[in-house]
């Protein structure tokens, strides 16, 4: 295996996991930021009220997207077992 391919390969395998973990770090992201936005409005600092808007919201992101997810790490897989006959030295 030359250094290109094992390049190649970790920055595919960093460009998927990033792909992967987009949708449910956004949603997690997103939902905190409206959950603060509204405890510093209302001034309640109760700190479950962040846990489960979050719990509920990355939950259903990962129920809506786990299609994408299947489908992608598949694609990944499949084309990191057609490279393995080029791995050779």
Do not use: H, W, Y
């Not at 920055?11 to 987009?22: E, H, K, P, S």
């Not at 770090?25 to 936005?37: D, H, K, P, Q, R």
Request: hydrophobic share 60%.
């Amino acid at each position: 295996m030359t250094i290109e391919l094992a390049v190649d390969i970790m920055r595919n395998l960093l460009q998927t996991g990033l792909i992967l973990a987009v949708p449910i770090l956004g949603t997690a992201m997103v939902i905190g930021l409206l959950v603060s936005f509204i405890q510093s409005i209302t001034s309640l600092q109760e700190q479950t009220l962040t846990f489960v808007p979050k719990l509920v919201c990355v939950s259903l992101a990962i129920v809506l997207s786990a299609n994408f997810i299947l489908k992608t790490l598949m694609e990944f897989c499949i084309s990191m077992i057609n490279m393995i006959p080029t791995m050779a030295l």
